[in-house]
């Protein structure tokens, strides 16, 4: 698997360079303001939008409204796995010690992430179908994915050494990875299959383009606070690891004395 | 034309967990020798072992077999090599007898001596229908070292192979460490024990440098 | 070469199929307690539910199946554990065989032990539970089918946390969600055949799963025990 790292040309120096904690340290101070700014203008307007401007639904009323935090929550939930598992694929392939240090960041978030998407689904559905928790397709994948998460970050804290604990996590994290579509494929399948009489949830191309752009906008919203988090946890996590070293030791005693 | 020799290490170093066991650490053994990995406890001499075998990867250097890097040699390598572990790979529900035929058939390749012929050699003559749980540690290595005997490689790795036997089991093994040196095998081992055979040389392994970042 | 390449490729999978088959004979007691327990705790449903008929014929395909994947669970704990401990796990991560292949032999050794007695067990226990006539065949074909693709999926958690000391526990955690499509289509086999509708096509996407299985799981087990099985 190494001799991939080998196929790597070596103007992209960049990577390579990316690869180091201490430059990536660094870097991400200087885009952290920015990121964090335009994340804040982002969801600041598609919340305004979405909770006050956006026309009430013809069956709903107000309380769909959660749509806007419940679905980006579902989407960035499902991406931020694959996130977390390219990341363990790229430190398996390159051996990269950044790469992993991202894997353990994005597991909480995307737990937490999945974690909302439920509790807002529940929200949801309270009103709608007259109960907390439905048995539908979506939510049941949504609840497998967290028990998955959960899978990924209880690997992580079970071992002791710290490159055991990242291999293995990148390993489960891509298994996880390969199941992902079946399992939701099977849910889907398991859910027709007994067809109880819900309202289906209303699914995103078919809303009106009043209803469907403050949930772009969302969408976009939470990418970019999916961003934000998770540079400030990888920051956390390089300055954790690399306590030992000197950089680290001159930037706790310079924050110490300044 | 100077053959290469069977296994050379050049400039090896590993590290776990941001701290370095050893590094800068090379040898070569040639066919006919007996190297002997000295080092206090904790200086990484099963780890070295093991990234011998290929068990472990190293973080810096290579490790060659024959000229050729054995990450390139993967099969022959192993075929033509025997690892001995800390732990003698001895199963306590199956008899010597039943173990050691395991052994056998998982191994590479396999001289024609016979296993029955093989345990009475290492002293086990009556025991080999007995399960090994019923045997003591020091007979679980006995039938651990029964593999040496029937074993056709060249490169014997051993770590620790004198922990629990008695006088007369490290006399044994070291006759059989010499008449496989003599026939042209090599051997690298790491222990604690003096030694009383030719064709040995030590190696000691220092703890690395503090890594400095 | 070519034979003796041939030989060296099969003796990775046949000895140590042949192996694990001698030692759970030798262990034969603890090697039958996920079936006893199977069919002990099939006991509870009845207690715990009702002794209805009619009732536990509606919930039998699916309890049977979820007794048959825990069971399977607490057993394949123990796949790589003993040989961990006592150093054959080492010699098989450096024979030159294929790493896969001393896998499938083990995991299959583990099927025969534990996933076939449960499967020929389960038509007792669709007696017990009043499952439909029509439900049977397809029970122990679904069965047997799904306890092969959970224990090979089993194999590469077991692989995940072999070094670990409790990680029987975690085991389950990690495992649990990738069970979850297997015991969907196990079930829906057999709630097919009860509703009198054709249940090949759930068996054959659990088929297609088993060949998946066999395929991908050795080599995901065999890369996670390279990582693990060094600490």
């Known amino acids: 698997m190494s001799r991939l790292s080998n196929w790597l040309p070596t103007n992209w120096q960049w990577f390579n360079r990316l690869g180091s904690p201490r430059w990536f340290y660094h870097r991400s101070e200087r885009w952290l303001p920015w990121l964090s700014l335009a994340a804040l203008l982002v969801l600041a307007t598609g919340l305004v939008w979405g909770l006050a401007f956006a026309p009430e639904d013809a069956k709903q009323g107000n309380s769909f409204r959660i749509i806007y935090i419940h679905v980006p929550a579902a989407f960035l939930a499902q991406s931020g796995y694959f996130i977390m598992a390219i990341a363990g694929a790229i430190g398996l392939i390159w051996k990269m010690k950044i790469s992993y240090m991202v894997m353990k960041a994005a597991a909480p978030i995307g737990a937490a992430l999945t974690f909302i998407a439920l509790f807002t689904g529940a ?136 | 034309m100077l053959q290469a020799p069977l296994l050379s290490v050049e400039n090896l170093a590993f590290e776990r967990d941001d701290s370095c066991l050893f590094s800068a650490v090379s040898f070569a053994v040639d066919s006919g020798e007996i190297l002997q990995i000295e080092g206090a406890n904790g200086s990484g001499k099963t780890t070295l072992l093991r990234l011998l075998t290929g068990f472990l990867e190293p973080s810096v250097g290579a490790i060659a077999y024959l000229g050729r890097a054995i990450s390139k040699c993967r099969y022959d390598y192993l075929s033509d090599m025997l690892y001995i572990g800390h732990q003698p790979a001895v199963k306590l529900n199956l008899s010597a007898e039943e173990n050691l035929r395991w052994m056998v058939a998982t191994a590479a390749q396999s001289n024609d001596i016979s296993i029955v012929d093989a345990l009475t050699q290492v002293g086990l003559a009556g025991y080999s229908d007995i399960p090994c749980y019923a045997l003591s540690a020091g007979q679980h290595r006995r039938v651990a070292l029964a593999r040496l005997l029937i074993s056709n490689a060249r490169l014997w790795y051993l770590d620790e192979p004198f922990t629990s036997i008695d006088k007369q089991g490290v006399e044994f093994l070291q006759s059989c460490l010499q008449q496989h040196v003599a026939r042209g095998g090599a051997v690298v081992l790491s222990t604690h024990q003096d030694l009383e055979l030719t064709n040995l040389r030590k190696h000691r392994l220092l703890p690395a440098v503090e890594r400095v970042s | 070469m070519v034979t003796q390449d041939a030989r060296k490729m099969d003796s990775g999978f046949a000895a140590w199929l042949r192996r694990d088959l001698l030692l759970a004979y030798r262990r034969r007691g603890e090697v039958a307690s996920p079936i006893v327990f199977f069919i002990m705790v099939s006991t509870l449903i009845p207690l715990g539910l009702t002794p209805e008929a009619a009732q536990l014929a509606k919930v039998a395909a699916g309890m049977i199946w979820i007794m048959a994947l825990l069971a399977t669970l607490l057993s394949v704990d123990g796949l790589f554990a003993s040989d961990y401990q006592d150093g054959s796990l080492e010699q098989m991560l450096i024979t030159p065989q294929l790493l896969p292949l001393p896998i499938l032999g083990k995991v299959t050794a583990h099927w025969l032990t534990t996933g076939l007695p449960l499967t020929l067990v389960s038509p007792l226990l669709g007696l017990m539970m009043s499952l439909p006539n029509a439900g049977y065949l397809p029970l122990l074909c679904s069965l047997a089918l799904g306890t092969a693709c959970l224990s090979l999926v089993g194999a590469v958690g077991a692989a995940l946390t072999v070094s670990l000391r409790k990680g029987g526990l975690l085991l389950s955690l990690l495992v649990m969600p990738l069970y979850m499509p297997v015991i969907i289509f196990g079930t829906a086999t057999v709630s097919y055949a009860v509703d009198g509708v054709n249940w090949l096509p759930p068996l054959a996407i659990l088929g297609a799963m088993f060949a998946a299985s066999v395929a991908l799981c050795p080599m995901a087990a065999a890369g996670a025990l390279r990582v693990t099985a060094s600490n």
């Not at chain 1, 109880?196 to 969408?219: R, W, Y």
């Not at chain 1, 030791?249 to 300044?258: F, I, S, V």
């Open chain 1, 123 to 258: 929200v949801w559905g309270k009103p709608t179908w007259g109960a907390y928790w439905v048995w539908d397709a979506r939510i049941t994948s949504m609840l497998i994915l967290l028990f998955l998460y959960a899978g990924v970050m209880a690997l992580q804290y079970a071992y002791h050494s710290v490159d055991a604990a990242s291999k293995a996590s990148a390993i489960l994290a891509l298994v996880g990875t390969v199941n992902i579509p079946i399992i939701n494929k099977s849910v889907d399948w398991w859910y027709t299959l007994h067809q109880p009489a819900t309202i289906k949830l209303t699914s995103a191309p078919s809303m009106h383009m009043d209803m469907f752009m403050p949930l772009l906008v969302m969408i976009v919203g939470f990418y970019l606070f999916y961003a934000v988090a998770l540079i400030l946890h990888t920051r956390n996590e390089i300055l954790r690891r690399e306590r030992k070293t000197s950089w680290v030791r001159e930037l706790a005693t310079a924050k110490a004395r300044g």
